[in-house]
């Protein structure tokens, strides 16, 4: 793989239903993201993490949890999905956290939550 | 508290200028960049400025910095149908370990 992937592309979830969205990076890169992106709002931060080991919240991260136990991957998890939780999901990256930041994004994941 | 605004939707016909505007109210932005999101994918980054520059030109895309009204434009020269996108203007902030805050971004399409 070249960049940053996420998988499933997409997905319909019922609600109270787990799910894992998983986002895989191969660039060493060593800070990582989650957005949500909905019509009028534009994205959304729901965690980041600076490093492996760590984790931090963002704007929105109720309802959400990640792990970050590698450089590598960033699983995002839903533990009982909602309707509202019905998005399009952006993972991200960079080399550093710092003042400059330029972040590569996954493709995305359409999540239904019905 | 930090907020970037931009208008959501912005006309233009092909081989005309593309202007996007957009404010932010924190004055301690670092960099200011300009995302390009095509349908379907995620976002990339177009161009970015250092807080302490006025303008920054890349062949047909142009940013202006005014600091005083804390106002960032992109202006596109010669738009073409392939660059009907959604654009986003993003922050970083010093000190907020380089997290990002993005506008609602601007539909920009191009009519042949």
């Known amino acids: 793989i070249a960049g940053i992937t996420q998988a499933p592309t997409s997905q319909i979830l019922a609600a109270g239903r787990r799910m894992t969205l998983r986002c895989t990076q191969d660039?060493?890169?060593?800070?990582m993201y989650w957005y949500r992106q909905d019509l009028g709002l534009g994205l959304r931060l729901i965690h980041y993490?600076?490093?492996?080991?760590?984790?931090g919240k963002g704007e929105v991260p109720d309802g959400y949890s990640v792990s970050r136990a590698n450089t590598d991957d960033f699983p995002l998890t839903l533990a009982s999905a909602v309707p509202s939780q019905t998005s399009v999901y952006f993972c991200?990256?960079?080399?550093?956290?710092?003042?400059?930041?330029?972040?590569?994004f996954g493709p995305g994941t359409r999540l239904t939550v019905l | 508290g930090e907020d970037v605004e931009q208008s959501l939707f912005l006309s233009v016909r092909e081989g005309d200028s593309s202007v996007i505007n957009c404010t932010y109210t924190?004055?301690?932005?670092?960099?200011l960049y300009w995302y390009k999101q095509e349908p379907g994918a995620g976002l990339q980054l177009l161009t970015y400025?250092?807080?302490?520059?006025d303008m920054k030109q890349d062949q047909r895309l142009t940013v202006l910095l005014n600091k005083k009204d804390k106002h960032l434009s992109l202006r596109i020269a010669d738009t073409q149908t392939g660059d009907s996108a959604i654009y986003f203007c993003?922050?970083?902030?010093?000190?907020?370990?380089?997290?990002?805050?993005f506008g609602k971004g601007t539909k920009l399409s191009v009519k042949p």
């Open positions: 991200a990256s960079t080399l550093e956290s710092g003042s400059y930041n330029e972040q590569f």
């Open positions: 660039m060493r890169h060593n800070a």
């Open positions: 993490s600076n490093t492996a080991g760590t984790t």
């Open positions: 924190d004055s301690s932005s670092t960099y």
């Open positions: 400025i250092f807080s302490n520059m």
């Open positions: 993003a922050e970083s902030l010093r000190g907020s370990q380089g997290n990002l805050i």
